[in-house]
Each structure stands twice: as C-alpha cells, then as structure tokens.
C-alpha cells in the first residue's frame, strides 16, 4: 500500500514541471504582452531541467506502480 501511494504521489509531483508552464503562460498572458507560444519557448530554454526532473519522477512512479503489480 505505501509503495501505491509513493508512486501516485510520484507521478503527480513528475507532472507538475510539464503543468506550471502552462499555467505561468496564462498568468502571464493576463498581466503583460506575452503569447503562449513564447512564454513556453522561454520557459523551456531556461528551466530545461525541470523537465528532466518531472521525466525521472514519472519514471519512478511508473515503476513503483508496475512493481507493484508482480
């Protein structure tokens, strides 16, 4: 049971570095001059790793998960 938690919460922690560009883009499309497109683009180039983080945290989870299951 604590090793489906652990990968649940794993999982949802992974998906948020791929979550928060989104909504920072809306945000800041609200408050400035900035399209989607190019709050993304800037986003990615700068905080590119935060997107290796949120990949090895669903690995993680997906594996405890799958694990779990044998």
Known sequence: MKKRIAGIILLIL??????????????????????????????????WPSYLLGLLLLAAGIFLLCRRKK
């Open 14 to 47: 992974g998906a948020v570095p791929f979550l928060l560009p989104l909504v920072l883009g809306l945000y800041r499309m609200q408050i400035e001059r900035w399209t989607m497109w190019d709050w993304l683009v800037l986003y990615s180039f700068i905080y």
